[in-house]
């Protein structure tokens, strides 16, 4: 059975820094891409990016460069978004996610999912 | 970015109403194209991929259709389960696109 286990929640403060995590299992990790989608609250879905775990290849959303860095530990089968310097405007929940096809990020669509990390960025 | 319009943001149905979404993208998108749905509290769920490819599981109650620009997803005989957020997302250049949602009420 395909899962994926994220982090649990999280209350931060402006300026700190947070790294979240997701665990696959149930599957060949290095072959699917997994990505990131932020869901702000009462608002709706934002792809932020995926990551080939095999070589770390990543795609960004160009709203989302720079602003988060995603990577993986293929020895741990698990994928991490992280953050330097956490704003107000980051809080939101995190959904990690796996594509339905092995291999391409073309013409791809996530699958499995997470639950959801919420993260909480308040003074 | 290619943008993705949803119609209407929100349809009151009733158990047994057919229900139809809508999908615009602003540029051709060929077929691919495809609708998450997601109940209150929970992640998404992939219904439809390739705009008419039905992800293994979901009832056949879920259809979709369309290719180009203009996308429909149709929930026939509606159920008590299926009152949720729908999503439709492009998925033929970076960064994909999701649309604003739908939401069906009872």
């Known amino acids: 059975e395909v899962q994926l286990v994220q982090s649990g929640a999280e209350v931060k403060k402006p300026g700190e820094s947070l790294k979240i995590s997701c665990k696959g299992s149930g599957y060949t990790f290095n072959t699917y891409w997994i990505g990131w989608v932020r869901q702000m609250p009462g608002k709706g879905l934002e792809w932020m990016g995926i990551?080939?775990?095999?070589?770390?290849?990543?795609r960004y959303n160009p709203a989302f460069q720079g602003q988060v860095t995603m990577s993986v530990d293929k020895s741990l089968n698990t994928a991490y978004l992280q953050w330097s310097s956490l704003k107000a405007s980051d809080t939101a929940i995190y959904y990690c996610?796996?594509?339905?096809?092995?291999?391409?990020?073309?013409?791809?669509?996530?699958?499995?999912w997470g639950l959801g990390a919420l993260v909480t960025v308040t003074s | 970015d290619i943008q993705m319009t949803q119609s209407p943001s929100s349809v009151s149905a009733s158990v047994g109403d057919t229900v139809t979404i809508t999908c615009r993208a602003s540029?051709?998108?060929?077929?691919?194209l495809g609708w998450y749905q997601q109940k209150p509290g929970r992640a998404p769920k992939l219904l439809i991929y390739a705009a008419s490819g039905v992800q293994t599981g979901v009832p056949s109650r879920f259809s979709g259709s369309g290719s180009g620009t203009d996308f429909t997803l149709t929930i026939s005989s509606l159920q008590p389960e299926d009152f949720a957020s729908y999503y439709c997302?492009?998925?033929?250049?970076?960064?994909?696109?999701f649309g604003q949602g739908t939401k069906v009420e009872i």
């Open positions: 990551i080939y775990p095999d070589d770390s290849d990543t």
């Open positions: 996610a796996r594509h339905r096809v092995k291999g391409s990020y073309y013409a791809n669509w996530f699958e499995y």
């Open positions: 997302q492009q998925a033929h250049t970076l960064p994909p696109t």
């Open positions: 540029e051709d998108i060929s077929n691919l």
